[in-house]
């Protein structure tokens, strides 16, 4: 009679073990990795949430939860048409799956540890994705990522580990001290971890959100890391590390909003918005390797991919800035990235 329970515990897949270990004992310090992540963005997306639901009472996020079939899933959670924000995305999304042969003979290239030989790997990702669109073409668009990946063995017992993420800020018409702002913020919370570490990532954001086929950045920057793992420093230590960065978003960007969501502006600047928005969807869809894994991840939700991408765009044929205007100045910033602290 005490077989069958145990063949069924056996057989049981990683998603539904962790099921288990949360609805007995919940999430604590001494809990794997994976749950303690998919805990601190879950609270963090609801604390996000509160505070630019709070700024923005005009309309209510809309929120979905949906499931993968092989296990996870995930909380989808968009304001659209408000009288702060034409669109607001606010996303946690948790995958159990699995790697087929040719995207583990990718990552072997920043994860030597990964068995070259072997056809399919386990893998569990959880990430907090973020993207604000404000109406005002005064106040910048901002975006966040924060996430943790793992490979496994059959038993659960991870494989190999990284952390990457980061947050940047895209202005349509560039206040110097915005981005100084945004910058220092940050910069404050990557110190108290490695003073190296906010110079080193800036250069990286500066480097990867760039708009290749444009030849200027999407904005003005931020911080960006990846696969940082056990070469980098203990786990303990970076996740620490990324749940100070993420913790730093409001203070790093509500301030910059409240001072720009009321202020005038004209038809033409908002024109200006929709064509800087335009770079930003180019950006996304060309390049973005996270909306690249999403849309090519099995079973994964493409409404929550998409989230980040504005109700509103426009692309003009040829159109160039005027000579002297703050429209040109920002487009000569994009094309020769500044250090803001």
């Known amino acids: ?50 505070a630019l639901q709070a700024l923005d009472p005009s309309t209510s996020f809309r929120t979905d939860t949906w499931t993968r079939p092989l296990g996870g899933g995930g909380i989808s959670s968009v304001l659209q048409d408000g009288a702060v924000f034409e669109k607001a995305g606010v996303n946690t999304s948790i995958v159990y799956g699995t790697l087929p042969r040719p995207a583990i003979l990718k990552m072997r290239a920043d994860h030597k540890n990964l068995d070259p030989d072997i056809d399919s790997l386990s ?3 959880a990430g907090l994705s973020l993207v604000l669109h404000p109406r005002n073409p005064h106040a910048p668009t901002v975006h966040l990522n924060y996430r943790y990946f793992e490979t ?13 993420g980061g947050t940047d800020l895209t202005p349509s ?3 110097d001290e915005d981005a100084i702002h945004f910058h220092r913020a940050i910069k404050d919370a990557c110190d108290r971890h490695d003073r190296g570490y906010y ?10 959100f760039s708009v290749k086929h444009r030849g200027e950045s999407r904005g003005v920057g931020g911080i960006f890391f990846d696969d940082l ?15 100070d960065c993420c913790k730093a978003f409001l203070p790093s960007y509500m301030p910059i909003l409240e001072r720009r969501k009321d202020m005038p502006y004209t038809e033409a600047e908002k024109e200006w918005q929709m064509l800087r928005r335009g770079r930003y969807v180019e950006f996304n869809l060309v390049h973005d390797r996270g909306t690249s894994f999403g849309l090519n991840t099995p079973g ?42």
């Open 1 to 50: 009679m005490l077989t069958e329970p145990v063949e069924r515990l056996d057989s049981s897949t990683v998603a539904e073990r962790d099921n288990i270990r949360k609805r007995e004992s919940g999430v604590t310090s001494t809990s794997p990795m994976r749950l303690r992540m998919e805990s601190f963005i879950k609270t963090q997306q609801n604390d996000i949430i509160n």
């Open 123 to 125: 893998f569990f990702a």
């Open 152 to 164: 496994e063995l059959d038993d659960g017992t991870p494989q190999g580990w990284w952390f990457g």
């Open 173 to 175: 018409y560039l206040f």
């Open 199 to 208: 110079p080193r990532f800036k250069r990286w954001c500066d480097d990867y």
């Open 229 to 243: 793992d056990e070469s980098e420093k203990d786990q303990e230590n970076l996740f620490a590390f990324v749940q």
């Open 300 to 341: 994964a939700r493409i409404e929550s991919i998409l989230m980040s991408l504005p109700l509103t765009a426009k692309w003009r044929y040829m159109h160039e800035p005027e000579k002297g205007s703050r429209e040109e100045r920002l487009v000569k910033v994009l094309k020769e990235p500044m250090d803001w602290v």
